[in-house]
Nanobody, 123 residues
Framework: QVQLVESGGGLVQAGGSLSLSCTTSGGIFINYDMGWFRQAPGKEREFVAARGWRGSTYYADSVKGRFTISRDNAKNTVYLQMNSLKPEDTAVYSC?????????????????WGQGTQVTVSS
């Protein structure tokens, strides 16, 4: 059973930066697509970024140029560096994993999920 634990959320002012981490256990990390999703109050969960097990990278249009996803296979960890944060980035951010996926940008493409970490951006 693959387990995912996020960390790094918090409160930041608009224009600031935060870095999220998601550490996995229970699987061979290099074989997994890793994605970040977010859900704001009253809204549906939305795709943020993904890094495929073969190296592909995808971003939502709303975060392109501001967010960077990376992974350290030696540490079984995927990161999300968030710069130039906006109040509309406020949400619970969750990481997700899928064994040898196809670089999915939909939540249904992922089997394993973390519990999420809150990111709040004040104006």
């Amino acid at each position: 059973q693959v387990q995912l634990v996020e960390s790094g959320g918090g409160l930041v002012q608009a224009g600031g930066s935060l870095s999220l981490s998601c550490t996995t256990s229970g699987g061979i990390f290099i074989n997994y697509d890793m994605g970040w999703f977010r859900q704001a109050p009253g809204k549906e969960r939305e795709f943020v970024a993904a890094r495929g097990w073969r190296g592909s990278t995808y971003y939502a249009d709303s975060v392109k140029g501001r967010f960077t996803i990376s992974r350290d296979n030696a540490k079984n960890t995927v990161y999300l560096q968030m710069n130039s944060l906006k109040p509309e980035d406020t949400a619970v951010y969750s990481c997700a994993a899928q064994f040898r996926g196809r670089g999915g940008v939909s939540a249904k493409d992922y089997t394993y999920w973390g519990q999420g970490t809150q990111v709040t951006v004040s104006s």
